[in-house]
Every structure is written in structure tokens, then in C-alpha cells.
């Protein structure tokens, strides 16, 4: 099992921007489909954004698929969540998700995980 790492996460105003970045050592992420799942305190884990291991295909939730954009990086063997517009809705922490096969929306087909990454926007 690999370990998945989240960076990138912090305080910003409404309006502002973060990206999200998850690896994995030894370019292990590069042959998994990834999503993005966020919760925030007393809600359930919901579903973000994914892409396959061969890039072309993404997913997202409708409520972020405008804001949001997830993008895979070979070259630095890294997954990336581009997050535009923030909204105080979108406080919550983070996690990339790894697995084999396609990037389906459900965090149970998920078995690699890493440990979250604190998004917090305010007013």
C-alpha cells in the first residue's frame, strides 16, 4: 500500500485560490486513478473530483465543476486540485484517494488515502 500525501491546504479569503497537490513516493500515483473527497466537521465524506491514470478522463461534483480543476502531472508525479472562487461552503479538511481501475465517485472503492489537508475559507 502506498502512503498519499496532501499539501497545499490553508486560510484563505472568499474569492481566493488554492491548489491541492497529492504524491506518492516512488511514482506510485502515476499508475492509480485519483479523486479529491472533502469533509467538513459533522458531515459526511463527499466526493470532489477524480481522473484516471491515463489523464484524459475527469470527474466532478456538480457543485464545484466550474471552480474547481483536477489535473495530473507526470512529470512530477503529482495530482493537483486547482481551486478557484472559494466559498466559506468549501471549508473542510481534504483528502486525496487513490485506486486501481476507473476514478468512480465512491470513497469505499478508495484504499489508499492520505492523511487530509486543512482548507478553511472565510467570509
Known amino acids: 500500500q502506498v502512503h498519499l500525501t496532501e499539501s497545499g491546504g490553508g486560510l484563505v479569503q472568499a474569492g481566493g485560490s488554492l491548489r491541492l497537490s497529492c504524491t506518492a513516493p516512488e511514482r506510485a500515483i502515476d499508475n492509480y486513478a485519483v479523486a479529491w473527497f472533502r469533509q467538513a466537521p459533522g458531515k459526511d465524506r463527499e466526493f470532489v473530483a477524480s481522473?484516471?491514470?491515463?489523464?484524459?478522463?475527469?470527474y466532478y461534483e456538480d457543485s464545484i465543476k466550474d471552480r474547481f480543476t483536477i489535473r495530473r502531472d507526470y512529470a512530477k508525479s503529482s495530482v493537483y486540485l486547482q481551486m478557484n472562487s472559494l466559498r466559506p461552503e468549501d471549508t473542510a479538511i481534504y483528502y486525496c484517494a487513490a485506486k486501481s481501475g476507473p476514478p468512480r465517485a465512491y470513497d469505499y472503492e478508495y484504499d489508499l488515502w492520505g492523511q487530509g489537508s486543512q482548507v478553511t475559507v472565510s467570509s
Open positions: 481522473i484516471s491514470a491515463t489523464l484524459t478522463n475527469t
